[in-house]
């Protein structure tokens, strides 16, 4: 079988593609390499012993999209990772935001609609349910308004592919994930952000390899028992897993409605001091950290309900936040030599 993976040498993506290698599927990567390098290939090589078919390619360009699915019509499944994620940045910069999530994922959608079946899993995130009422968040907690431009895409993202699949051949898997952290065991891939890091943990690694001087720790009172923000932070290999089951599942036609939702995380929260904490520790030194103002379109804690995964999907993630914060410590040590 024949994967397209967009966004497919990013941090998740690149995971995903090693699993799916790893599963015997033909895998065929798009990326534009605007947050990522195209030395990923090489990791994913000595991983798996095979390089994916690639394209540099941007998603925003309706007629290379198009020329693209001209040239390669035997796709079984697309997994649509390429989208610009970054919370802070989406507030400061929302038509980039707008314009790079939705116009390509429409675009994608136009050319999987012509086709006699189609199988689409979407890169979601629980950024959906925005503050949601009550922990752990199921599937079937309401979709807040969105905290930020980026949340947003997503939920439009989400509304878009279910008002396509109702009128298509398309079936679809809508995965909402938690916290992605962690680096493959090999350290051969990883998170690997361009600039300054957006999110916790590399920025977390980075401090720690010296390369800044000192961790933000934004907010220091919220309603949590040590006042810092919680998430759930899922290892991004059980992430990755977590894709090959969804393929397999619409493949297989094992899937019980043409759109189905799943929360991928670990069912567990840890505030951001609990994760410095787990750094601490599987690093043996301290991390110079500082308290500083909440970040605009934070909110104060999300964490998975994760049965439907566990017991429908048949998933369930497996590392723990130490054995994650060591991975993710380990290939910062081997990019930083």
Request: aromatic fraction near 8%; glycine fraction near 6%.
């Given at each position: 079988m024949k994967v397209l993976v967009t966004g497919g040498l990013g941090f998740i993506g690149s995971h995903t593609v090693v699993e799916l290698q790893n599963e015997g599927?033909?895998?065929?990567?798009?990326?534009?390499?605007?947050?990522?390098?195209?030395?990923?290939?090489?990791?994913?090589?000595?991983?798996?012993?095979?390089?994916?078919?690639?394209?540099?390619?941007?998603?925003?360009?309706?007629?290379?999209?198009?020329?693209?699915?001209?040239?390669?019509?035997d796709i079984d499944g697309v997994i649509?990772?390429?989208?610009?994620?970054?919370?802070?940045?989406?507030?400061?910069?929302p038509l980039l935001y707008y314009?790079?999530?939705?116009?390509?994922?429409?675009?994608?959608?136009?050319?999987?609609?012509?086709?006699?079946?189609?199988?689409?899993?979407?890169?979601?995130?629980?950024?959906?349910?925005?503050?949601?009422?009550?922990?752990?968040?199921?599937?079937?907690?309401s979709v807040q308004t969105a905290m930020s431009p980026y949340g947003n895409t997503k939920q439009i993202g989400e509304e878009i592919i279910t008002d396509t699949t109702k009128v298509t051949n398309i079936n679809a898997i809508l995965l909402r994930y938690f916290n992605p952290i962690g680096s493959h065991p090999s350290a051969e891939i990883g998170?690997?952000?361009?600039?300054?890091?957006?999110?916790?943990?590399?920025?977390?690694?980075?401090?720690?390899?010296?390369?800044?001087?000192?961790?933000?720790?934004?907010?220091?009172?919220?309603?949590?028992?040590?006042?810092?923000?919680?998430?759930?932070y899922i290892h991004v290999v059980d992430l990755a897993k977590a894709h090959v089951i969804a393929m397999q599942r619409l493949l297989n036609k094992k899937n019980q409605a043409k759109v189905e939702t799943f929360n991928l995380g670990t069912g567990t929260g840890s505030s951001v001091l609990e994760v410095i904490r787990a750094f601490e520790k599987v690093s043996g030194?301290?991390?110079?950290?500082k308290i500083v103002a909440r970040r605009e379109g934070d909110i104060t804690e999300a964490y998975a309900n994760t049965d439907k995964a566990n017991n429908v999907l048949g998933w369930k993630a497996q590392s723990t936040l130490e054995e994650a914060m060591a991975s993710a410590w380990k290939w910062e040590q081997k990019i930083r030599r």
């Open positions: 599927f033909e895998v065929v990567v798009i990326d534009n390499l605007s947050n990522t390098s195209l030395a990923v290939l090489d990791g994913i090589q000595a991983i798996t012993g095979k390089v994916p078919a690639f394209e540099k390619l941007d998603l925003r360009d309706k007629e290379k999209v198009q020329d693209f699915f001209r040239r390669h019509q649509h990772f390429a989208a610009s994620k970054a919370v802070g940045e989406s507030v400061e910069n314009e790079n999530n939705i116009n390509a994922l429409v675009y994608i959608l136009q050319e999987l609609q012509q086709k006699p079946a189609a199988n689409f899993i979407f890169s979601s995130s629980c950024t959906v349910y925005g503050q949601a009422e009550k922990m752990p968040i199921t599937e079937d907690s998170e690997l952000p361009l600039g300054v890091p957006q999110n916790l943990v590399p920025f977390i690694t980075q401090t720690g390899i010296g390369l800044r001087q000192e961790l933000s720790v934004y907010g220091d009172d919220y309603p949590t028992p040590d006042g810092t923000a919680i998430r759930d030194q301290k991390l110079p950290y």
